[in-house]
Each structure stands twice: as structure tokens, then as C-alpha cells.
């Protein structure tokens, strides 16, 4: 699965799911941009980002709690599922990032 990352109407970043490993690569777009533009812990042009990165600052951005348990279930995904719950409520993240499936039409 492959998901976009969205700032300020431009694609900067791709967030990657492969083996239950999460990965992020910043776009061409992000590179004139310069850093840390998404999290000061993976700035920008640093190359592929792994999971443990990558899964803390987007975990981040999802509900928690009983919240995370109930969107889970009411969208049929495993609570653990940070992925598929970025898939299906990526596009209301707080703050400026949208992250939305590969190929949607821009925010």
C-alpha cells in the first residue's frame, strides 16, 4: 500500500507499507522546499526513512485510545493498523499534512 503526503497542495512525500515496515521517501518536490518540512526527524533529503521513524511520527497523527478502537471497527480495519487508518482518515489530520491513497486527486 502507498500513500501520498500532502503539505500546502503540494505532493512532497510517498509513506510506503511493506511487510507490516512503514518507509517514507520525500518527492522531488520537497527537495527545493528544504528541511525538516515534515518532522525535524527525518529532514528533508536524507533519502528512505524506516519504520521506527516513519511509525512514530504518523502514529502520531491518528486518534488514540478508544477513539482509534472505534474508527477501526466502524472502517473494519485492525486497530493496529496505522496504515489502513492513514488510508481512510489521512485527509483530517491536524495541522497541514493530508496523507490520502496514491492516485486520489490533490487536496
Not at 11 to 17: D, I, K, P, R, Y
Not at 25 to 54: C, E, F, N, Q
Not at 81 to 105: E, F, N, S, T, Y
Request: hydrophobic fraction near 45%; glycine fraction near 12%.
Amino acid at each position: 500500500m502507498e500513500l501520498e503526503v500532502w503539505l500546502h497542495g503540494k505532493h512532497v512525500a510517498m509513506l510506503s507499507e511493506n511487510r507490516r515496515q512503514l518507509t517514507m521517501v520525500y518527492t522531488g518536490v520537497a527537495h527545493p522546499i528544504g528541511a525538516p518540512l515534515v518532522s525535524v526527524a527525518m529532514p528533508v533529503g536524507a533519502g528512505r526513512y524506516s519504520d521506527p521513524k516513519v511509525r512514530a511520527f504518523f502514529r502520531g497523527l491518528l486518534p488514540e485510545g478508544e477513539a482509534r478502537s472505534m474508527l477501526a471497527h466502524d472502517f473494519g480495519l485492525d486497530e493496529s493498523d496505522d496504515m489502513g487508518l492513514l488510508g481512510v482518515l489521512g485527509r483530517d489530520c491536524a495541522g497541514a499534512l493530508v496523507v490520502q491513497p496514491k492516485g486520489d486527486r490533490a487536496p
